[in-house]
């Protein structure tokens, strides 16, 4: 099997069949990284650049490991320390560096569409690291294969995605895979943090109240409020939105079972979630960490072209 796509700009572009190659590929990868020797010779040969224009701990730290598990030559850019300070357009700076023979691209950019726009003018292969609020595919791969690692199922799943959905690509890459893949969502928060028609275009419920949302989901998978895109005042304070919609020990004992908990990071403890809980049996946080590596190796290995006949 291979892919239906040259490049990962985003999960709405992908196929189910893609979705479960990524997800076996990574549980292959898992593997591999439980092994003594965590390397494998897979991407000799292929060199990748990681363009970071926006700040990035997990992403950034995950897909240089997985390149190096997967033994290809990698160079790091940092938009602070180069020529985009001195006014290189985003083309000029990626033909300067693919004229080096770069053969994959990946991407963090503010800008929602910058991988796109990218796509459509280098000859490349591009992994889109996260585009403003548009979409952060790698992560809602690794936030499905660790559902299904710890739950054993997606198809008929009780997701609920929590917090400041209107500016989060988190929350619509996972919605595109979960609705693709058979999962049933509800998405909760403040109305005004909640795009008014995501029910019809995303075919998701939306649920205000979040003790209801709890007992009805299997999965919490919490997300940040996200300050630096907020132009205007969209709730009272944090304090008033740790009370409504904080997830905190309390509310969680409350429920009539045990949910997991998620959360893409970075966490900001005491308002989306309270530390007791990002620190619980009950979390998954860290195990999301863990898989995003395995994820992200399956990315890089398919996009390659390889498969496990031409390895
Ligand atoms: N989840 C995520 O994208 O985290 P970083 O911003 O640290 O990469």
């Known amino acids: 099997m291979t892919l239906s796509a040259k490049h990962l700009l985003g999960i709405r572009d992908l196929t189910k069949e893609d979705i479960s190659l990524f997800l076996q590929t990574a549980g292959q990868f898992k593997e591999v990284l439980q092994r003594p020797v965590k390397k494998v010779p897979s991407l000799r040969d292929v060199t990748i650049v990681n363009l970071f224009f926006e700040n990035s701990t997990r992403t950034r730290i995950s897909f240089e490991l997985a390149e190096k598990r997967l033994s290809a030559d990698t160079i790091n850019f940092t938009a602070q320390a180069s020529s985009v300070s001195k006014g290189e357009t985003l083309l000029d700076t990626v033909n300067n560096i693919l004229s080096m023979k770069v053969d994959m691209v990946i991407m963090r950019h503010s800008a929602s569409g910058a991988p796109h726009f990218l796509a459509k003018h280098i000859p490349a292969a591009i992994v889109n690291a996260g585009d403003g609020i548009n979409e952060h595919p790698t992560q809602a791969l690794l936030d499905a294969f660790s559902i299904k690692e710890k739950t054993g199922r997606i198809e008929g799943a009780k997701i609920a995605i929590i917090g400041d959905i209107m500016h989060s ?104 979630l309270d530390s007791d809980v990002a620190d619980s049996k009950q979390s998954i946080i860290l195990q999301q960490v863990e898989n995003g590596v395995a994820v992200r190796m399956a990315v890089l290995y398919l996009l390659a072209g390889r498969t496990p006949d031409n390895n």
């Open 169 to 272: 690509r988190v929350a619509q890459s996972n919605i595109y895979l979960l609705k693709k893949m058979g999962a049933e969502v509800t998405v909760c928060g403040p109305p005004t943090l909640i795009p008014k028609y995501i029910s019809e275009a995303l075919g998701v419920r939306v649920n205000y109240d979040l003790k209801e949302t709890l007992e009805w989901c299997d999965v919490a998978n919490v997300l940040r409020i996200q300050l630096e895109r907020q132009n205007q005042v969209l709730f009272s304070s944090l304090r008033e939105y740790n009370l409504s919609y904080g997830i905190s020990k309390k509310i969680l004992d409350s429920l009539h079972k045990e949910i997991v908990i998620m959360h893409p990071g970075p966490i900001n403890r005491g308002v989306e």
